[in-house]
Nanobody
């Protein structure tokens, strides 16, 4: 079984910072890519940032968010700076990984961690 566990969410004032973490554990042969998504109330889930051999960001977070990865710990981070009220959402960790050497890559999700930005 593969598990993704996020942490680091919470409430913060506009302009503040938060750092999200996501630890992947279980049967893992290889992790192809990891990503952060978010879903605001009443909206569809959207991609925030991805990391594989390179990083990519949604236009709305470029220059404010930084995704990084510790391969030895199977952990991905999302450093969020200059937070805005519109960043309020539940943030989900995603990993595209191969559980075994003979498995095709599959998507796994964490349970989500809420982020609230407001005064």
């Amino acid at each position: 079984q593969v598990q993704l566990v996020e942490s680091g969410g919470g409430s913060v004032q506009p302009g503040g910072s938060l750092r999200l973490s996501c630890v992947t554990s279980g049967s893992i042969f290889a992790i192809n890519a990891m990503a952060w998504y978010r879903q605001a109330p009443g909206k569809q889930r959207e991609l925030v940032a991805t990391i594989s051999g390179r990083t990519n960001y949604a236009d709305s977070v470029k220059g404010r968010f930084t995704i990084s990865r510790d391969n030895a710990k199977n952990t991905v981070y999302l450093q969020m700076d200059s937070l805005k009220p519109e960043d309020t959402a539940v943030y989900y960790c995603n990993a595209r990984l191969m559980p075994t050497a003979w498995s095709p890559p599959q998507d796994y999700w964490g349970q989500g961690t809420p982020v609230t930005v407001g005064s």
